[in-house]
């Protein structure tokens, strides 16, 4: 489920070519606004020269994406000098930037937005800053930046673990611990071995057991659940055992062939849409293969599962907020870290802030 945030400029990157004219911060400038560097203005005659900032990063997890980003700020340059642009990196220069040309070019102040649809990571994100310079540039006449604001879109995709806490039915034996949750909850991840001196096992054909997980706190949805066993059997001549999950629902059986050594297998599910409640009610559904009658024996020493899944806290604090009043008509800029109202440039977004609301 898609998601947004407003990523805004946090630091310098590259700096020392343009004036700025009353700091590098949300401070007041001459104009009554509230803006990032109070405007950038450049007045030099060397195209080369460019300033960066680093932007804001968001949290949107390992299997997370950005999908797309929407760019908006001011641009203003007089008619005799190079056309101000503003780009943006994220592990590569995006296609589309901020450009102020032609008519644009008449001293004014100047709104500009484009959008980018594209497929970005975590690393990606984290490495995002922009870049403000005049292309062209051939005159001392001045061309200024101000008031900036990334708007991200993003599918959350956090991973986290959860392991055996509880029996749910115990057909197969265990060996080395009391109870089978017990034998098989091995606080290792692939390709750490499992503890082999405490394990299930069966030599009964479609013998069941089952295996109550635990939980994680705060999740919206369930995207993707991935099961790694460590495991065994005795002789591959044995039909493969079968793995199901229940979340909610059971998923749906899935197998692979084991080997005769202990050896670390997954099976995944993707494309979920599961419940906190579903969640805390998972188990493992484990039924051993159909051919073993005493010939062939089927051994798991560990199992944990991985889970894909979006924090409640991205979908309430991302996503307009509910029971809010409307937006007051003053225009904001924000920087998320409370809930604030916010008017970027007019639209009524009523969206989050960080550190507050600035009046512009």
């Known amino acids: 489920m898609a998601k947004w945030a407003w990523l ?5 990157k590259r700096n020392g070519y343009f004036y700025v004219s009353l ?35 968001l949290n949107i997890g390992k299997n997370g994406a950005m999908t797309s980003i929407y760019n908006t700020g001011r641009l203003s340059a007089g008619p005799n000098c190079g056309n101000p642009e503003v780009r943006f990196y994220i592990n590569g220069w995006l296609g589309n ?25 975590q690393s990606d994100i984290d490495g995002f800053y922009t870049r403000f310079q005049a292309q062209g540039q051939a005159s001392k006449e001045s061309v200024n930046f101000d008031s900036f604001a990334n708007k991200m879109t993003f599918t959350p995709g956090y991973v986290g673990v959860i392991r055996p806490d509880a029996d749910k039915t115990t057909n197969w034996s265990v060996t080395g611990a009391a109870t089978h949750y017990g034998a098989v909850d091995d606080d290792v991840i692939q390709p750490t071995a499992g ?29 993707r659940i991935k099961v790694w066993l460590y495991a065994k059997e005795s002789n591959t001549s044995a039909a493969n055992c079968d793995v199901d999950v229940y979340c909610g629902a ?9 080997t005769t050594s202990w050896a670390w297998y997954s099976y995944e599910w993707t494309g979920l849409s599961k419940s906190q409640s579903d969640l805390d009610g998972l188990y493992i559904k484990l039924t051993s293969g159909n051919n073993l009658a005493g010939a062939y024996i089927q051994s798991i020493a560990a199992i944990y599962i991985e889970v894909t899944y979006e924090p409640n806290m991205v979908a309430d604090r991302l996503n307009n907020i509910i029971g809010q009043a409307a937006c007051a008509t003053t225009s904001r800029v924000c920087r998320p870290q409370y809930w604030k109202c916010l008017k970027f440039n007019g639209i009524d ?6 550190n507050g609301c600035h009046v512009v």
């Open 349 to 354: 977004k009523r969206e989050m802030a960080w």
């Open 8 to 12: 805004l400029p946090r630091s310098d």
């Open 97 to 121: 930037f901020l450009y102020c040309g032609g008519a644009c070019k008449d001293g004014a102040w100047h709104w500009q937005a484009t959008t980018n649809s594209t497929s970005k990571s």
């Open 250 to 258: 059971l998923l749906g059986s899935k197998s692979t062939a084991w």
């Open 195 to 223: 503890d082999t001196s405490d394990y299930i096992h069966t030599n009964a054909s479609s013998t069941i057991d089952e295996i109550y997980f635990s939980s994680i706190l705060g999740v919206s949805n369930v995207s």
């Open 23 to 57: 700091g590098w911060d949300f401070i007041a400038d001459g104009e009554g606004q509230y803006a990032y560097g109070g405007g950038i203005n450049a007045n030099e005659d060397d195209n080369s020269e460019y300033e960066e900032a680093w932007m804001e990063t």
